[in-house]
């Protein structure tokens, strides 16, 4: 079985400050992980993957996440906070020691940057 | 265009009343899914499907949902007798799946809202 946990249902950042928002996950192989952003009323939209190779991965936006096994987190970070990047932020797990291809979403979390 | 397309982008309806929203997945995309999200909530996982594999239905709440999709491409989701309680934005998204067997990214549609009456 595999899940993901977002433990913070908001984050509250001021611009220019860094942002984090946490993701845990939870596989019986090697995970797939993504994290999604979703604008008001909008569609959601890829922000960045991690597969394999770097811990480190950098996507649309500025937005980087790092990859780390032993705690079995996946954090999306962003050095400098901008007001229009307040949105619902999903991170997603996938199994990739099983042949399905459903993916798992957290429950996402809701960031506001204040100015 | 380019994009996962659904429509229609809202539909109001009647409790009791079946429903259908389709999904137009990005040419090419063996992969397609379906989720409900409710106001403020996160995504609920509904049904998937992978080229000519018999599809994953386990997030169906209930046997008034059903999903087609036709040819390997285009897809529709019907509820029927819809419930106040099937309020919510249904997306739809699709993704390639490479040759390892993994699943690439998924590209989601604007989703469909729907409001039961």
């Known amino acids: 079985a595999q899940s993901v946990a977002q433990p913070e249902d908001q984050v509250n950042v001021a611009e220019g400050n860094p942002l984090t928002v946490k993701c845990t996950y939870s596989v019986s192989g090697n995970p797939y992980l993504f994290w999604y952003v979703q604008y008001p009323n909008r569609g959601l939209q890829f922000l960045l993957k991690y597969i394999t190779g770097d811990n480190l991965v950098k996507g649309s936006y500025g937005f980087e996440a790092e990859f780390n096994k032993s705690q079995t987190s996946f954090h999306l970070k962003k050095p400098s906070a901008l007001v229009s990047d307040s949105a619902l932020y999903f991170c997603?797990?996938?199994?990739?020691?099983?042949?399905?291809?459903?993916?798992?979403f957290g429950d996402g979390t809701t960031l506001t940057v204040k100015p | 265009g380019a994009g996962v397309s659904q429509s229609p982008s809202n539909k109001v309806t009647e409790k009791g009343k079946d429903v259908e929203l389709r999904c137009d997945p990005i040419s090419g995309h063996t992969a397609l899914y379906w989720y409900r999200q409710s106001l403020g909530q996160g995504l609920e996982f509904l049904i998937y499907f992978q080229g000519n594999s018999a599809p994953d239905k386990s997030g169906l709440p209930s046997d008034r949902f059903s999903a087609e999709r036709t040819g390997g491409s285009v897809s529709t989701l019907t509820i029927q007798r819809t419930q106040q309680e099937d309020s919510a934005v249904y997306l739809c998204a699709s993704s390639l799946v490479g040759t390892s067997g993994s699943t690439d990214t998924q590209y989601f549609g604007p989703g469909t809202r729907l409001t039961v009456l």
């Open positions: 997603a797990v996938r199994d990739l020691g099983t042949n399905a291809g459903k993916s798992t």
